[in-house]
């Protein structure tokens, strides 16, 4: 199954166009794989550098609202840009927590 | 965006402060656009909506796993790049570590350079010397040296005064360690009048300043009739070493007394008219001269006048 093939079996389970069984049929980890994959190849467009990371975070929510993500642009930049600052957050805590231990 | 921030980050306090507001502000700005990308459109609650938003919020976990699709997995130099860059708590942590361990190693060698080269070449001259004992007072260092030189190469020989004993000891240095563990087997021979014993050294010979070794056949004669003498009282003058070892040994014809009311002890050295009693001097070791035991070995270097003043006549 290419890439373009399973994004538009995406889009038709999350527009309801097509029966949710395309995808369940799948094992679970098959599932995520393919989702990750159609997802990272996205986030790679916006954030190349840190897609790996974004993509893995994004994955960790419900798969519905992945799903959601994958069929709204809007949304999926929103999405983006909320992890990134997530992680640029996170990056700071984690420079002042290893200043503090050097010390 | 730093209260949305706030909102990912601590989810209990953003729900409490006025994070909520933003987070309503914004579930208003998207909702419309939601509406018009879908193909069928739904009404739904606006807190509903804004729930949903939030628990979306909530869930985004920085420390979340990477995920590689599988065209990514086999490109070993795009791992390399990603990892270079990746923030991750995890990353830093290792960074930090690496960064902490490198400078212990570096701070340790650094350290321990000058005193693991000094200890070095302190052991490895141990290890080329050999201890000496139960020599007689017939028995000169040129000798001992003499005999030794059929183990291997002597670099360095001292002969010293025993204050517990009329019989000497020595230290013999050798070039290798193989002459040193040759001198081993000598161990029971007869020197002078005398059998010696041969032990392993556990202490190495300092080397003498080079500048005050003898330069000429004269000084290395003057040599061989001149001692070193320490733990001299520091209120002992001159004449007082001069008189002692004059009576005890022979006629001296130079004497250096070196040393300060600072230091607790001084040192002299003894320069003899006749060789013999410089070996004799030798014997003195142990006796107290003012109130302190001397001890007496034979001088590596001799006693040079000084230019303020002239050469005494023998």
């Given amino acids: 199954m290419n890439r373009l093939c399973f994004f538009n079996k995406v889009v038709k389970v999350a527009r309801g166009d097509s029966p949710p069984f395309d995808l369940a049929s799948l094992p679970p980890k098959e599932q995520r794989d393919l989702i990750g994959e159609t997802l990272f190849f996205m986030v790679e467009e916006l954030e190349p550098q840190f897609a790996p990371k974004i993509t893995g975070m994004i994955l960790e929510l419900d798969q519905d609202k992945v799903l959601h993500l994958l069929v709204t642009p809007k949304a999926f930049k929103e999405m983006v840009k909320e992890a990134m600052e997530v992680l640029a957050h996170s990056f700071l805590q984690q420079m002042k927590i290893a200043r503090g231990k050097r010390c | 965006m730093a209260a949305i921030t706030e909102m990912a980050t601590d989810s209990n306090d953003v729900i409490n402060d006025g994070g909520t507001g933003d987070g309503i502000e914004k579930?208003?700005?998207?909702?419309?656009?939601?509406?018009?990308?879908?193909?069928?459109?739904?009404?739904?609650?606006?807190?509903?909506?804004?729930?949903?938003?939030?628990?979306?919020?909530?869930?985004?976990?920085?420390?979340?796993?990477?995920?590689?699709?599988?065209?990514?997995?086999?490109?070993?130099?795009?791992?390399?790049?990603?990892?270079?860059?990746?923030?991750?708590?995890?990353?830093?942590?290792?960074?930090?570590?690496n960064r902490r361990?490198?400078?212990?190693?570096?701070?340790?060698?650094?350290?321990?350079?000058p005193g693991r080269a000094s200890k070095a070449q302190r052991e490895d001259s141990i290890r080329r010397t050999v201890y000496v004992s139960d020599i007689d007072q017939s028995v000169t260092e040129e000798g001992l040296a003499g005999l030794f030189s059929s183990c291997g190469q002597v670099v360095d020989c001292r002969?010293?005064?025993?204050?517990?004993?009329?019989?000497?000891?020595?230290?013999?240095?050798?070039?290798?360690?193989?002459?040193?563990?040759?001198?081993?087997?000598?161990?029971?021979?007869?020197?002078?009048?005398?059998?010696?014993?041969?032990?392993?050294?556990?202490?190495?010979?300092?080397?003498?300043?080079?500048?005050?070794?003898?330069?000429?056949?004269d000084e290395r004669e003057m040599c061989s009739r001149t001692i070193y003498c320490t733990n001299v009282d520091k209120n002992a003058t001159e004449d007082d070493v001069n008189t002692f070892f004059q009576s005890a040994c022979?006629?001296?014809?130079?004497?250096?007394?070196?040393?300060?009311?600072?230091?607790?002890?001084?040192?002299?050295?003894?320069?003899?008219?006749?060789?013999?009693s410089a070996v004799a001097a030798l014997n003195c070791s142990g006796i107290v001269l003012g109130s302190q035991p001397i001890r007496v070995s034979p001088s590596k270097t001799p006693v040079r006048s000084r230019i303020t003043r002239s050469p005494s006549p023998n």
């Fill in chain 2, 27 to 97: 579930s208003t700005d998207s909702k419309p656009e939601i509406e018009s990308d879908d193909l069928k459109p739904k009404s739904k609650p606006e807190y509903d909506q804004m729930k949903k938003l939030v628990a979306m919020f909530k869930k985004l976990n920085p420390e979340a796993k990477e995920f590689f699709p599988s065209y990514k997995r086999n490109t070993n130099q795009s791992d390399d790049f990603v990892i270079a860059i990746k923030p991750s708590g995890e990353d830093n942590k290792k960074v930090a570590i």
């Fill in chain 2, 101 to 113: 361990r490198r400078n212990n190693y570096n701070q340790g060698r650094r350290v321990r350079l």
């Fill in chain 2, 250 to 276: 022979g006629e001296v014809t130079r004497l250096r007394l070196l040393g300060d009311q600072v230091h607790s002890t001084r040192i002299a050295f003894v320069e003899f008219a006749m060789a013999e």
């Fill in chain 2, 159 to 217: 002969i010293c005064g025993d204050p517990n004993s009329v019989l000497r000891f020595a230290f013999v240095e050798f070039s290798d360690d193989q002459g040193a563990r040759s001198a081993l087997s000598l161990g029971g021979t007869m020197i002078g009048y005398y059998p010696v014993r041969v032990l392993p050294s556990k202490t190495a010979i300092l080397p003498v300043n080079p500048t005050f070794l003898p330069r000429s056949e």
